[in-house]
């Protein structure tokens, strides 16, 4: 199943930090966002990047309590695949 990830502007007034959202589609159907934060919590290290669901519809919808983390996109990708294909 093809995936397309649209870039998302959201103003940088509005986020904690540095952040990255896709509008993510499946065969022209809109599934989710995918948002991207960097963690600078920690001072002199590198920032850690993670991914997460920001909204997910119809098999991308998710409880609280199984919010998913991704260490990168394509992590992601392959979660949003999988569910998909249920």
């Known amino acids: 199943m093809a995936l397309t990830l649209q870039p998302a502007y959201v103003p940088a007034s509005t986020l904690l930090g540095d952040a990255q959202i896709y509008l993510v ?30 909204a997910g519809l119809g098999p991308c919808i998710v409880t ?19 569910r998909l294909k249920q």
């Open 25 to 54: 589609f499946a065969e022209e159907h809109f599934v989710c966002s995918l948002t991207r934060f960097d963690d600078h919590t920690n001072e002199g290290e590198a920032p850690c990047q993670y991914w997460f669901l920001e």
């Open 64 to 82: 609280s309590a199984e919010q998913p983390v991704f260490t990168t996109i394509d992590d992601a990708k392959t979660w949003l695949v999988q």
